[in-house]
Each structure stands twice: as structure tokens, then as C-alpha cells.
């Protein structure tokens, strides 16, 4: 059987910015943000977005688009290594982590899209009543299992059509229309009284609030950098695989991060005026899973033609949620048909099955040990899992593919390229899993603050010393 291959050019990136774009983007992005400071937290997210995640973002899709397998079989191809090929299996479960809360907020998303629509009719959207409390019942228990199981129901659809007829299809229709809406939502919240201090709140660097914070929201600027970009997830490696023709892949991934960050900052400019504009200042809320469902419907419950606005934001939500959660789905169903050569609806089948109850565990989500397990595995488990996936990935372009990973960007690519991927290889070799070990370790609480600098320093110095040398070879460049 031969392997599945983007039908265009333009399928690949928007299937690789629709994976990008979703929930990351709309629903954690504010919250994060509004949790660190508004401003101070944007100019260090944008940062690693650029100096971190688009070089992570060329890693993941020369590994991808070389191997041309799922990540178990391009680490194991690719370096001649059934360790590596085990490695592999760690994307695996990843992904199924991620799928697993994923959908449950999907669900919700489903939920109050559907709830929205209702209102349409006439009579209220329920939420509108008593936000707070509404979201508490509709976060976890049956209902949130049941919402799961239909977000899952569709993401599997998609994913069932298979690369051409599913994913790039239904990621063609959703990201323009994910755009648009967002675009006209932003145009429309700027017009409400509150935007003033709402784009001072969220737009306004101060350069001395930055420095003082800094330490603080490194872990969590690069937990949401990783997450937003699919990083560390394999997912890219999967998409990368399906690539059969030489392109620029720096263009394409710079394409993809701009869109996403787009994105991101767009849902900022719609979420943020409507909370300044009903009096919530968002570094005061407690900020949190909830923080999108109960500040916006409290919002959205104060505007007229309020169900209408609703309908459209949860509308476009839904598409952005689908398209990401499609690109997680894909990670096992291709493991299983790659190395297991499952059909593919069989695998599907297969995934979907064990996502039904790691997903329901997490709808359920009960305490254990006095943590809850939906914010564990939505928060801790995954930044953790990203970070530590994205800085193997690095790795291993940098010291097992070495030259084969310069020679692989530089295929379809133009002059520019060639200047960069050298110290690309470095950066990905040396600077930036140093930069991903500290920000783990920050994740795990450990005061990173005095080993960052001069770690990174000499990094730095080391890759220039080496990339000096690298160059002296002429062979090599
Ligand atoms: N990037 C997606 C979002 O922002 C989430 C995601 C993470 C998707 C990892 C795939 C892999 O919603």
C-alpha cells in the first residue's frame, strides 16, 4: 500500500496551521497571559515563539519529511537504533494524553456552541443566567463525559477520511473561516467601551515589569509556546511524513508561525475588551480552565444580539478545536499503521476506543491524591511531556542526523536557507535543549535563576566555536 501524501501545497500548511491554531490559541492563551501580567508575559511568549519554537518547528518536519514514517519508525529509520525506534512510542502516548483533555474541552466548546444556537430561537442561551455555575456543572461529570464522546465522534470522522479527503479538506474550509470571524469579532470588541484599557492592559511592554518577571514566566511563556505550535507532540513529524515533494520547509514553518501567532494575539483582541468592558480585569479573575466560559458568557449574556455573537465565537472555536485535535488523533492512527499495518479505519477504531476512556477518566476527573486529574494532566502533565519531546527531537537532529538534517532543510529551499542551517544545527544541537532542560526545571519548581545566563552563554559560545569550525571545513557548508 502506498503511503498517503498531501493532495497541494497549501493542504500541507493549513493542516499544519490548523493543527497549530485551536484551543491553545483562544482559550489558553488569554488565560495564561491574563495569569502573568498581561504585556510583560506577551513580549517573552513571542520571543520563544521566534528564537524557540520556529527552529523546533524545522526540526520536527526534517525529521518528519525525511523518515516519511510515523515518529517511531523515523527515529528507529533514521538512526539505525530500535532504542530510538522505542523513543518513538513516547509521541504515542503524548498525543493520547493530549487527546484526552483535549476533547473534554472540546465538548464544552460543543456544548456551549449548541447552547448559543438555541438561543438563537428566542429564549436565552441557559449560560447566560448564571455563568459561574453553569460551567461548574457542565466541566466534569456525565454531561462532560457525553460532549467528550461527540467531540471525539467527530475528530475520529475527520480523521477516518484519511489525509486528503479528511484532514486537508475540512482544514481548507475551517481555517479561513476561523480567520475571518475572528478578525470581524476583534474589529467589533474594539468598538466596545473598556478596549482602551483592555489593549493597555494586554499591549503596553514595560520593559522593567519584563526584567522583574522574567524567571516567572519563562515556564509558562514556553509551556504555551510549545503547546501553541503542536511542539514536542510529534504531530508535526506525522504531518512533515506526508510531505512527497521538495518545498521550502523554512517557509512553510515561518508561514505557519506567523499564522498561528495571528491567531493568538487576535483572540486577545476579542477576549480582552469584553472583559474590560464588563468591568473584569483580567489580572484580578481567577484565572483558569474557566476563565474563557464564564468571563466571555457573562460578556456575551450583556450584549444585544449577545446569543448571535455566541454562536458565531464557539462556532469559529469548534473548527479551530477540531482541526488541532484531528493532527493529535493522527499520531497513533499512523504509529498503528505504519509499524502494525492496520488499515486505516481499524486504527482508528482502535485509538478512538482508548481515548473514550482516557478521555472519560479526565471528563470524570476525579481527585486523586488531592489533585484533580483533568488540571494535572491539561497542565503539568503535558507541559511537561511537550518540553521533554521537543528537546529529544532537537537532539537527535543535531547529533544523530548531523549533516543529513542541513542537507534535508536546504532541499527546496533558497539561498537564504543555506546561510542559516548551519547555525540552525547548532541552535538545535546545543542552545536550545539547554533551553528547554532549564524551563523543565522551572516546571518542576527548581530556581533556575542563577544557571540560566550563564549556561545559555556558554552554549552560545560553544556553538560558535563549533559553527567557526564547521565553516573552516569547506566540505561541510
Ligand atoms: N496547537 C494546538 C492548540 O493550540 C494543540 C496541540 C498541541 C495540537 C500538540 C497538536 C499537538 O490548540
Known amino acids: 500500500m502506498t503511503r ?9 500548511i493549513l493542516a499544519a496551521a490548523g493543527s497549530a491554531v485551536g484551543l491553545g490559541n483562544i482559550w489558553r492563551f488569554p488565560w495564561v497571559t491574563a495569569d502573568n501580567g498581561g504585556s510583560a508575559f506577551l513580549l517573552v511568549y ?7 519554537g520556529v527552529p523546533g518547528l524545522l526540526g520536527e518536519f526534517v525529521l518528519g519529511r525525511r523518515g516519511k514514517k510515523s515518529p517511531v519508525g523515523a527515529f528507529r529509520d533514521l538512526s539505525g537504533s530500535r532504542t530510538w525506534g522505542l523513543w518513538g512510542v513516547f509521541y504515542v502516548v503524548t498525543a ?6 483535549y476533547s473534554v474541552v472540546g465538548g464544552w466548546i460543543l456544548r456551549y456552541f449548541g447552547e448559543s444556537a438555541l438561543g438563537l430561537a428566542g429564549a436565552q442561551p441557559a449560560y447566560f443566567t448564571e455563568p459561574g455555575a453553569y460551567f461548574g456543572a457542565a466541566s466534569a461529570g456525565l454531561d462532560a463525559l457525553g460532549f467528550h464522546l461527540l467531540f471525539l465522534g467527530l475528530t475520529a470522522v475527520v480523521v477516518y477520511a484519511g489525509v486528503r479527503r479528511g484532514i486537508e479538506l475540512g482544514t481548507k474550509v475551517m481555517m479561513p473561516a476561523v480567520l475571518a470571524l475572528l478578525i470581524g469579532l476583534a474589529v467589533w470588541a474594539g468598538t466596545r467601551p473598556g478596549a482602551a484599557e483592555a489593549y493597555a492592559f494586554y499591549l503596553s511592554f514595560d520593559l522593567a515589569t519584563i526584567r522583574a518577571n522574567f524567571f516567572d514566566v519563562l515556564g509558562p511563556a514556553a509551556g504555551q509556546a510549545l503547546f501553541t505550535l503542536s511542539l514536542g507532540a510529534g504531530t508535526m513529524i506525522t504531518y512533515a511524513s506526508y510531505i512527497d515533494e521538495d518545498r521550502s520547509l523554512p517557509f512553510d514553518g515561518t508561514v ?3 499564522l498561528n501567532t495571528l491567531v493568538g494575539v487576535l483572540a486577545g483582541l ?16 481567577a484565572p483558569g480552565p474557566g476563565a474563557l466560559f464564564v468571563g466571555l458568557a457573562g460578556a456575551f449574556s450583556q450584549l444585544p444580539a449577545g446569543a448571535l455573537v455566541a454562536t458565531a465565537f464557539f462556532g469559529v472555536v469548534v473548527l479551530a478545536a477540531l482541526s488541532s ?4 488523533l493522527e499520531i497513533p492512527v499512523s504509529f498503528l499503521v505504519d509499524e502494525y499495518g ?6 482508528v477504531a482502535l485509538v478512538t476506543v482508548a481515548v ?6 479526565c471528563a470524570i476527573n476525579p481527585t486523586i491524591a488531592g489533585v484533580g486529574v483533568f488540571g494535572f494532566v491539561a497542565g503539568p502533565l503535558v507541559d511537561t511531556l511537550l518540553t521533554a519531546g521537543l528537546a529529544a527531537v532537537l537532539v537527535f537532529v543535531g547529533w544523530v542526523m548531523g549533516r543529513d538534517a542541513v542537507t534535508e532543510l536546504r532541499s527546496g529551499a533558497g539561498g537564504v536557507t543555506d546561510a542559516l542551517a548551519t547555525p540552525w544545527l547548532l541552535a538545535a544541537g546545543v542552545v536550545l535543549p539547554i533551553f528547554l532542560l532549564f524551563t523543565l526545571l522551572t516546571n518542576f519548581g527548581v530556581d533556575a535563576s542563577i544557571g540560566f545566563w550563564p549556561t545559555v552563554g556558554v552554549a552560545v559560545l560553544v556553538a560558535a566555536a563549533a559553527f567557526l569550525g564547521v565553516r573552516t571545513d569547506r566540505s561541510l557548508v
Open 4 to 12: 498517503e501524501t498531501w493532495a497541494t501545497r497549501a493542504g500541507f
Open 46 to 52: 513571542l520571543a520563544i515563539v521566534l528564537l524557540v
Open 96 to 101: 493520547i494524553a493530549l487527546i484526552s483533555f
Open 256 to 258: 505557519i508561525a506567523v
Open 270 to 285: 476579542v477576549v480582552f475588551p469584553l472583559l474590560f468592558s464588563l468591568g473584569v480585569d483580567p489580572s484580578q479573575t
Open 325 to 328: 485535535s484531528i493532527s493529535m
Open 342 to 347: 492496520l488499515s486505516r479505519p481499524q486504527a
Open 356 to 361: 473514550v476512556v482516557t478521555g472519560g477518566i
